[in-house]
Protein backbone atom coordinates (compact mmCIF):
# COMPACT_ATOMS: atom_id res chain seq x y z
CA UNK A 1 0.00 0.00 0.00
CA UNK A 2 1.92 2.80 -1.71
CA UNK A 3 -0.73 5.52 -0.22
CA UNK A 4 0.61 9.06 -3.31
CA UNK A 5 3.39 8.19 -5.03
CA UNK A 6 4.47 11.43 -7.56
CA UNK A 7 7.38 11.14 -10.38
CA UNK A 8 9.52 12.88 -10.69
CA UNK A 9 10.99 13.70 -8.03
CA UNK A 10 13.18 16.48 -9.07
CA UNK A 11 13.01 18.31 -12.34
CA UNK A 12 14.55 21.67 -14.18
CA UNK A 13 13.00 22.74 -17.00
CA UNK A 14 13.89 25.63 -19.47
CA UNK A 15 11.69 28.57 -20.00
CA UNK A 16 9.03 27.31 -22.43
CA UNK A 17 9.27 23.51 -22.39
CA UNK A 18 6.93 21.28 -21.19
CA UNK A 19 6.36 18.15 -19.17
CA UNK A 20 3.40 16.29 -16.98
CA UNK A 21 3.57 15.38 -13.62
CA UNK A 22 2.33 11.85 -12.75
CA UNK A 23 0.47 11.28 -9.87
CA UNK A 24 -1.34 7.76 -8.43
CA UNK A 25 -3.16 6.96 -5.39
CA UNK A 26 -4.32 3.68 -4.56
CA UNK A 27 -6.24 4.12 -1.35
CA UNK A 28 -9.78 4.29 -3.81
CA UNK A 29 -10.43 7.98 -3.43
CA UNK A 30 -12.75 9.36 -5.63
CA UNK A 31 -11.19 13.29 -5.06
CA UNK A 32 -7.46 14.16 -5.77
CA UNK A 33 -6.02 17.57 -5.92
CA UNK A 34 -2.79 19.45 -6.94
CA UNK A 35 -1.25 21.94 -5.09
CA UNK A 36 1.89 24.09 -5.01
CA UNK A 37 4.31 25.28 -1.91
CA UNK A 38 5.90 28.46 -2.29
CA UNK A 39 7.63 30.17 0.62
CA UNK A 40 5.20 32.03 2.76
CA UNK A 41 2.54 31.39 0.59
CA UNK A 42 1.12 27.60 2.04
CA UNK A 43 -0.12 25.28 -0.05
CA UNK A 44 -2.35 26.69 -2.88
CA UNK A 45 -4.79 24.71 -4.82
CA UNK A 46 -4.11 24.27 -8.92
CA UNK A 47 -6.78 21.72 -9.58
CA UNK A 48 -9.12 19.12 -8.22
CA UNK A 49 -10.90 16.34 -9.04
CA UNK A 50 -13.90 15.34 -7.56
CA UNK A 51 -14.49 11.81 -8.89
CA UNK A 52 -13.43 10.09 -12.16
CA UNK A 53 -13.84 12.16 -15.15
CA UNK A 54 -14.31 15.88 -13.70
CA UNK A 55 -11.69 18.09 -13.17
CA UNK A 56 -12.30 21.98 -11.65
CA UNK A 57 -9.80 24.81 -11.26
CA UNK A 58 -8.56 25.60 -7.98
CA UNK A 59 -6.85 29.53 -6.60
CA UNK A 60 -3.74 29.08 -9.22
CA UNK A 61 -4.54 27.08 -12.31
CA UNK A 62 -2.94 29.48 -14.69
CA UNK A 63 -0.82 27.92 -16.98
CA UNK A 64 -1.58 24.42 -16.11
CA UNK A 65 -3.79 21.44 -17.81
CA UNK A 66 -4.83 18.27 -15.86
CA UNK A 67 -6.24 14.90 -16.64
CA UNK A 68 -8.18 12.47 -14.74
CA UNK A 69 -6.82 9.64 -16.57
CA UNK A 70 -8.88 6.69 -14.11
CA UNK A 71 -9.72 7.13 -10.70
CA UNK A 72 -6.35 6.10 -9.57
CA UNK A 73 -4.45 8.78 -11.61
CA UNK A 74 -4.81 12.47 -11.82
CA UNK A 75 -1.46 14.14 -13.88
CA UNK A 76 -0.75 18.05 -14.19
CA UNK A 77 0.79 19.60 -17.82
CA UNK A 78 2.51 22.44 -18.07
CA UNK A 79 2.53 23.35 -21.61
CA UNK A 80 5.11 26.02 -21.78
CA UNK A 81 6.92 26.34 -18.64
CA UNK A 82 7.65 30.22 -17.05
CA UNK A 83 10.30 30.73 -14.31
CA UNK A 84 7.20 31.69 -11.79
CA UNK A 85 6.26 28.32 -12.03
CA UNK A 86 9.41 26.99 -10.05
CA UNK A 87 7.70 25.11 -7.06
CA UNK A 88 6.99 22.38 -5.25
CA UNK A 89 4.35 20.23 -6.33
CA UNK A 90 2.16 18.36 -3.88
CA UNK A 91 -0.50 15.48 -5.29
CA UNK A 92 -3.19 14.59 -2.77
CA UNK A 93 -5.96 12.30 -2.68
CA UNK A 94 -9.63 12.00 -0.48
CA UNK A 95 -12.01 10.18 0.79
CA UNK A 96 -13.38 12.95 3.07
CA UNK A 97 -12.09 15.89 4.13
CA UNK A 98 -8.65 14.43 4.79
CA UNK A 99 -6.22 14.82 2.26
CA UNK A 100 -3.11 12.14 1.91
CA UNK A 101 -0.63 13.83 -0.03
CA UNK A 102 2.29 12.66 -1.74
CA UNK A 103 6.06 13.29 -1.26
CA UNK A 104 6.54 16.30 -4.27
CA UNK A 105 8.03 17.27 -7.42
CA UNK A 106 10.67 19.75 -6.87
CA UNK A 107 10.52 21.54 -10.09
CA UNK A 108 12.66 24.68 -11.10
CA UNK A 109 12.48 26.30 -14.25
CA UNK A 110 15.58 29.07 -15.48
CA UNK B 1 -7.71 37.80 0.02
CA UNK B 2 -6.25 35.22 2.54
CA UNK B 3 -9.28 32.77 4.52
CA UNK B 4 -7.03 30.93 6.68
CA UNK B 5 -4.06 32.75 8.46
CA UNK B 6 -0.92 31.64 10.61
CA UNK B 7 0.22 35.04 11.78
CA UNK B 8 3.38 33.59 13.13
CA UNK B 9 6.21 32.33 10.61
CA UNK B 10 8.20 30.77 13.60
CA UNK B 11 8.28 29.43 17.30
CA UNK B 12 10.57 28.39 19.01
CA UNK B 13 10.06 25.80 22.61
CA UNK B 14 12.16 24.20 24.73
CA UNK B 15 11.47 20.61 24.99
CA UNK B 16 9.40 19.67 27.69
CA UNK B 17 7.18 22.76 26.90
CA UNK B 18 3.71 23.45 25.38
CA UNK B 19 4.02 24.77 22.02
CA UNK B 20 0.81 27.09 20.54
CA UNK B 21 0.21 27.36 16.80
CA UNK B 22 -2.78 29.72 15.98
CA UNK B 23 -4.57 29.96 13.06
CA UNK B 24 -7.51 32.58 12.32
CA UNK B 25 -10.28 32.05 9.53
CA UNK B 26 -12.46 34.70 8.32
CA UNK B 27 -15.16 32.45 6.85
CA UNK B 28 -17.63 31.84 8.76
CA UNK B 29 -19.13 28.86 6.72
CA UNK B 30 -15.87 26.57 7.50
CA UNK B 31 -17.41 23.70 9.13
CA UNK B 32 -14.42 21.67 9.42
CA UNK B 33 -11.08 22.01 10.46
CA UNK B 34 -7.47 20.07 10.25
CA UNK B 35 -3.73 20.46 11.17
CA UNK B 36 -0.80 19.36 9.06
CA UNK B 37 2.42 18.48 9.84
CA UNK B 38 5.48 18.71 6.83
CA UNK B 39 9.26 17.54 7.30
CA UNK B 40 11.20 19.04 4.76
CA UNK B 41 11.50 16.92 1.56
CA UNK B 42 8.48 15.31 2.58
CA UNK B 43 4.65 15.53 2.08
CA UNK B 44 2.27 16.84 4.45
CA UNK B 45 0.60 14.70 6.93
CA UNK B 46 -2.42 14.78 8.70
CA UNK B 47 -2.17 15.58 12.22
CA UNK B 48 -5.71 15.71 14.00
CA UNK B 49 -8.37 17.86 12.91
CA UNK B 50 -11.81 19.28 14.42
CA UNK B 51 -15.71 19.69 13.36
CA UNK B 52 -17.18 23.36 13.93
CA UNK B 53 -20.14 21.52 16.69
CA UNK B 54 -16.90 21.05 18.75
CA UNK B 55 -14.66 23.19 20.36
CA UNK B 56 -12.13 20.49 21.80
CA UNK B 57 -10.45 17.76 20.35
CA UNK B 58 -7.82 15.81 21.87
CA UNK B 59 -5.01 13.03 20.81
CA UNK B 60 -2.32 11.94 22.79
CA UNK B 61 -0.03 15.39 23.15
CA UNK B 62 -1.89 16.95 20.40
CA UNK B 63 -4.65 19.47 21.26
CA UNK B 64 -7.03 21.25 18.82
CA UNK B 65 -9.02 24.33 20.61
CA UNK B 66 -11.77 25.87 18.27
CA UNK B 67 -13.16 29.55 19.10
CA UNK B 68 -15.96 30.13 16.89
CA UNK B 69 -16.90 33.38 17.88
CA UNK B 70 -13.38 34.60 17.57
CA UNK B 71 -12.84 32.76 14.10
CA UNK B 72 -9.49 31.12 16.18
CA UNK B 73 -8.15 27.99 16.39
CA UNK B 74 -4.79 26.46 18.21
CA UNK B 75 -2.77 23.72 18.06
CA UNK B 76 -1.24 22.51 21.64
CA UNK B 77 1.32 19.97 21.82
CA UNK B 78 2.17 19.19 25.50
CA UNK B 79 4.99 18.10 26.06
CA UNK B 80 6.88 19.22 23.36
CA UNK B 81 9.79 16.82 21.84
CA UNK B 82 12.32 17.70 19.50
CA UNK B 83 10.87 15.38 16.79
CA UNK B 84 8.10 17.79 16.68
CA UNK B 85 9.90 20.35 14.58
CA UNK B 86 8.71 20.41 11.65
CA UNK B 87 6.28 23.38 9.69
CA UNK B 88 2.22 23.21 10.72
CA UNK B 89 -0.15 23.59 8.44
CA UNK B 90 -4.07 25.05 9.59
CA UNK B 91 -6.39 23.94 6.90
CA UNK B 92 -10.65 24.83 6.46
CA UNK B 93 -12.99 23.73 4.76
CA UNK B 94 -16.80 23.29 4.03
CA UNK B 95 -19.06 20.80 2.82
CA UNK B 96 -20.08 22.74 0.05
CA UNK B 97 -16.66 23.00 -1.34
CA UNK B 98 -16.75 19.56 -2.34
CA UNK B 99 -13.57 18.77 0.21
CA UNK B 100 -11.37 21.50 -1.36
CA UNK B 101 -9.08 22.88 1.64
CA UNK B 102 -8.06 26.08 2.38
CA UNK B 103 -4.46 26.71 3.99
CA UNK B 104 -2.72 29.24 5.98
CA UNK B 105 0.57 29.75 5.20
CA UNK B 106 2.72 27.52 7.96
CA UNK B 107 4.31 28.03 11.11
CA UNK B 108 7.40 26.54 11.25
CA UNK B 109 8.06 25.03 15.17
CA UNK B 110 11.54 24.15 16.65
CA UNK B 111 11.87 22.40 19.63
CA UNK B 112 15.17 22.61 21.09
CA UNK B 113 16.78 19.91 23.55
Known amino acids: NAGVTQTPKFQVLKTGQSMTLQCAQD?????MYWYRQDPGMGLRLIYY???????DKGEVPNGYNVSRLNKREFSLRLESAAPSQTSVYFC?????????FGPGTRLTVT | DQQVKQNSPSLSVQEGRISILNCDYT??????FLWYKKYPAEGPTFLIS?????DKNEDGRFTVFLNKSAKHLSLHIVPSQPGDSAVYFC????????????FGQGTELSVKP
Open chain 1, 49 to 55: SASEGTT
Open chain 2, 50 to 54: ISSIK
Open chain 2, 27 to 32: NSMFDY
Open chain 1, 27 to 31: MNHNS
Open chain 2, 91 to 102: AASNDNQGGKLI
Open chain 1, 92 to 100: ASSASYEQY
